[in-house]
């Protein structure tokens, strides 16, 4: 009987293993991927590889695969372009980081006066806006406004590299010596003194120090305007809601061509109320904008609540539904569901003016037969019913909600939730 030598085969998959790590299509695949992201690690990774393929074919005698020695080249390419940009990102980092330094030397002295001087009034904006921003140029245009320990200098321009204008007022404040105690596009400076008790304060008054302690300060008059914003406009969304009850507004919507097409806030008029808690409540969130809604609960970053500010005031129009009979949800029920129902009104007020500015009827429901129109987080074929109910409802209020608004804007204006927009 003749016996099969051991290892005298090699398996299938074995081969083309091999076969395939030895064409240098991996190592390329680093290197091409380390360039295209000009990534210093995946490039380098490439390198190695092919370097190490290319050992490996010449100890066994047999020609380096050009995909390795293309791994080697591109990937060293791609090491070399990662560091030249890390390069020059440092440099510039430096360069704008020395200029920082010498604006703030050219001023320091001047910065303990007991009254702010217009030129270091306005070199201490620049310095401020040159941490956020690449510039290039800033001009202040209005007299310093000072009072006691306090200064304003409004109207400050600063032309970004793209040619683009924009304006802030900045707010200056005095503790051991003047600094810019925060910066902002709309709305008026806090005349609040600084808080004498503040967790985290250094008492000592090396430039380190005083940067800690004017850091800390500006943190907290942060959290001191987000606060202020929040309560104001609860205040202003309670007025809305109050007067829709018994306003009357013109269905003749006023003419909004002057305004660049723009996506406004919404929100449904019982969002604000004492009953609107709860998970029953919480189903009809998706009538007021999620980011409204992130405000009004406390949540999320400094910047993120500011720019929902800012855009309830870019055009300041808000989108307010109304019901005029107690809203139905859809329910499933024997064999089949209950459609949900809403009628009522949608309203455009000026927050502005603080003027109702138009309404029209605005109603929607639950289709005829449920179908979710876009993946939805949670929403598969599986899903419950009640999940692909709740999908369908909310979308067929944004297709209502969308087409009315076009309507009463004559297209000018958007709300930014459903595909039509």
Not at 31 to 55: D, E, M
Not at 328 to 333: D, R
Not at 345 to 362: E, G, I, Q, V, Y
Not at 395 to 419: N, Y
Request: aromatic content about 8%.
């Amino acid at each position: 009987m003749t016996m099969a030598s051991p290892n005298t085969t090699t398996p299938a998959s074995a081969t083309a293993t091999a076969s395939s790590s030895e064409t240098g299509f991996a190592p390329l695949a680093f290197a091409v991927g380390g360039l295209v992201l000009c990534c210093f690690p995946i490039g380098l990774v490439g390198v190695v590889k092919g370097h190490s393929l290319r050992k490996q074919a010449k100890e066994a005698g047999r020609s380096a695969p050009a995909a390795a020695t293309l791994a080697v080249i591109l990937g060293g390419l791609s090491v070399l372009s990662s560091l030249g940009m890390i390069a020059f990102g440092t440099q510039s980092y430096l360069a704008n980081q020395g200029e920082i330094d010498a604006m703030n030397a050219g001023v320091e002295k001047e910065r303990s006066a007991d009254v702010l001087a217009q030129n270091v009034a306005c070199t201490l904006a620049q310095v401020a806006l040159k941490k956020r921003f690449a510039y290039e140029a800033v001009e202040c245009k209005t007299p310093l406004a000072i009072q006691g320990k306090r200064a304003v200098l409004a109207n400050v321009e600063m032309k970004a590299l793209d040619g683009k204008k924009s304006a802030y007022t900045m707010c200056f404040a005095k503790s051991q010596r003047w600094f810019v105690l925060d910066e902002r596009q709309d709305g008026e400076c806090s005349s609040r003194e600084l808080p004498a008790k503040l967790e985290g304060l250094p008492q000592g008054n090396s430039p380190e120090q005083l940067e800690e302690a004017e850091d800390l300060y500006r943190k907290d008059e942060q959290e001191f305007q987000r606060a202020l914003r929040i309560v104001q406009l609860e205040q202003s969304l309670a007025d809305i809601r109050q007067r829709v009850k018994g306003d009357a507004a013109p269905e003749a919507c006023p003419d909004f061509s002057s305004l660049e097409k723009k996506e406004i806030t919404y929100l449904e008029s019982a969002y604000l109320s004492s009953d609107k808690k709860g998970d029953e409540a919480a189903k009809w969130n998706f009538m007021t904008k999620s980011n409204l809604r992130k405000v009004l609960a406390n949540e999320g970053s400094n910047l993120e609540q500011n720019e929902t500010f800012a855009a309830m005031t870019q055009p300041p129009i808000l989108a307010v539904f109304v019901p005029e009979e107690d809203p139905v949800w859809p329910t499933p029920g024997s064999g089949g569901f209950n459609g949900g129902t809403y009628e009522g009104r949608l309203w455009l007020f000026d927050t502005a003016k603080k003027t109702a500015l138009c309404s029209r009827p605005f109603a929607f429901e639950s289709g005829e037969t449920i179908s979710v129109r876009r993946s939805k987080l949670g929403i598969t074929s599986k899903s419950r019913m009640e999940d692909k109910l709740a999908a369908d409802f909310e979308e067929h209020f944004e297709d209502a909600a969308t087409a009315l608004l076009t309507v009463m804007s004559k297209d000018q204006l958007k709300l930014g939730m459903s595909w039509l927009d």
